[in-house]
């Protein structure tokens, strides 16, 4: 009985020790059952892409077709995580998540750039493109690049220009036609000096109120007008509070669409050279979308009863551009006629 007793003592000890010695052998190994598709996965490179507008506008479905360039070119190998309507961050807070590395990918409007970059203003200068082909020209050219190359001295990578569209102005109560029109109006503006100026020329009060606060801020009524492209307006529904829209195509809505440059710095070459292609793609793609969706969103709005819309004539833009002139004279002022020149000259 004695004897059975220690037997029983010396087999658990036993048991004890192989089964440590076994743990010990698997310890720093893969785990013993395993695939290649795992294994893939463990190395795909995943990039985070956060933006603010809606999944059905330029900026929205232009970061959809960007992921399944880089997916497609890269077998897989990278893939694109897009975060539309804020859902990841708002317009306020994008730029400071990229810059901690929080988020890999944004793409906020120019606007928002210039408090990084002031000389970025000079895409904020109301009619300083007249049609979608000056914008074509700028974005994917010289001065493109140009700019794009002055986000590097902030750590961001550059990557492409994308457009939404020519911005209109749009109000609560009556159309804003003659530059009088605006006088004593608030506005919903983006944080941006020569919009707020802008709107100071025409005698009205701006103020500057993130993207994800618009709808409530118009359904509060805090606001009697403001400005953006057909497509947010439409996609928001931003017509409901502001059936006044005003086609002036005064000024633009484009974006940079950066990366954080360490992100960038650390991806091998062969994945920067795909995402570069993948970008080029994507924009040229963007370019095109974005000037049928707003006309084709026009047309939609044209057929609803409770939005007034008017076109301005050469004539009345002319008043609006002598209010605007000053802007342009502090521009120069301020940053020299470089930037500007150039891109006039390219519009030729
Ligand atoms: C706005 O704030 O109105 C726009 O910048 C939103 C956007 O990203 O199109």
């Keep these: 009985m004695r004897n059975s007793w220690k037997w029983w003592l010396l087999l658990l000890f036993a048991s004890i020790g192989l089964a440590g010695w076994a743990v010990s052998q698997q310890v720093g190994r893969e785990p013993l059952v395993y695939d290649d598709e795992q294994k893939g996965l463990q190395n795909q490179i995943i990039i ?18 960007f992921a399944e360039l880089v997916e497609q070119k890269t077998d897989g190998r990278v893939k694109v995580e897009v975060f539309p309507n804020g859902s990841l ?12 590395g929080d988020v890999q990918m944004i793409a906020p409007s120019f606007s928002k750039v210039t408090e990084l970059v002031p000389e970025w203003q000079v895409l904020d200068l109301p009619f300083l493109f007249r049609d979608e082909d000056d914008v074509c020209r700028v974005f994917t050219g010289e001065i493109g690049a140009e700019l794009l190359e002055m986000l590097e001295a902030k750590k961001i990578k550059g990557l492409a220009l994308w457009s939404n569209g020519f911005k209109q102005m749009m109000s609560t109560t009556r159309p804003l036609i003659a530059p009088d029109d605006f006088r004593g109006l608030r506005f919903r503006i983006m944080p941006s000096e020569v919009i707020e100026k802008q709107f100071r020329l025409l005698g009205g009060e701006p103020v500057a109120v993130s993207f994800d606060h618009v709808y ?41 669409v950066m990366m954080n440059q360490a992100f960038w710095d650390h991806l091998p070459k062969d994945i920067q050279q795909k995402i570069t292609e993948a970008m080029a793609e994507a924009t040229q793609w ?4 974005s000037k049928a969706q707003n006309e084709r969103e026009l047309q ?10 008017y076109r301005l004539s050469e004539e009345e833009k002319r008043k609006w551009e002598q209010k605007f002139a000053p802007l342009y004279e502090e521009f120069a002022k301020r940053f020299g006629a470089r930037l500007l020149d150039e891109i006039r000259e390219s519009e030729k």
């Design 286 to 289: 963007n370019l095109q979308e």
């Design 300 to 309: 939609q709005l044209k057929r609803r009863e409770d939005v007034f819309l």
């Design 48 to 65: 985070y892409f956060s933006h603010v507008v809606a999944e059905n506008t330029p900026k929205g479905l232009a970061a959809q077709k």
């Design 89 to 100: 961050y708002s317009d306020g807070e994008e730029l400071d998540a990229l810059l901690r």
């Design 216 to 256: 409530r801020a118009l359904e509060q009524h805090e606001f009697d007008g403001q400005e953006n492209t057909i497509s947010n307006i439409y996609s928001k529904s931003f017509y409901k509070f502001q059936p006044y829209i005003t086609i002036s195509n005064h000024g633009y809505l484009g974006y940079a």
